[in-house]
C-alpha cells in the first residue's frame, strides 16, 4: 500500500510541476504590411478679377476681365462671398461689382473656391 500512495505522490509532484509549463503556450503572430507608393497632388488656386456683368446666386456668375474678355462660372454649391477683410458678405451681387472669382480646375472642370468683393 505503501508503494501505491508514494507512485500517486510522485505523479502528483510530477503534474503539479509541469502543469504552468502545458497550459503556458505562447501564440507568435506576424503582421505584414505594405504600404502603396506615396503619390503628391497639387492644386492651385488661380482667380480671374473683373467686374461682374451676371450673377445668380448659387447658379451662374459672369465676370468680365479686362484681359479675357467675360468669362462664366457654374456655382454648384454654395459660395462665400467674401469682403477684402474676409467678412462675408450677406448682399446679393450687382453688375458693376468688382470681384475676384478664385477657382481650381481649368475649362468646364473649374470648381469655384470663394468670391472677393474687391469694392
Do not use: W
Not at 456683368?53 to 459672369?62: A, L
Amino acid at each position: 500500500m505503501k508503494g501505491k500512495n508514494m507512485k500517486k505522490v510522485i505523479i502528483g509532484l510530477a503534474c503539479a510541476v509541469l502543469a504552468p509549463f502545458a497550459f503556458a503556450q505562447t501564440t507568435t503572430t506576424t503582421e505584414q504590411t505594405t504600404t502603396a507608393p506615396a503619390t503628391t497632388t497639387t492644386t492651385s488656386t488661380t482667380f480671374t478679377a473683373g467686374t461682374v456683368t451676371t450673377y445668380e446666386p448659387n447658379k451662374t456668375i459672369v465676370v468680365r476681365d479686362e484681359r479675357e474678355g467675360p468669362v462664366s462660372f457654374a456655382l454648384h454649391a454654395p459660395v462665400r462671398v467674401i469682403d477684402k477683410a474676409g467678412n462675408v458678405v450677406s448682399r446679393v451681387l450687382t453688375p458693376k461689382d468688382r470681384v475676384k472669382v478664385y477657382y481650381t480646375g481649368t475649362g468646364e472642370t473649374r470648381t469655384v473656391d470663394y468670391v472677393q468683393v474687391e469694392d
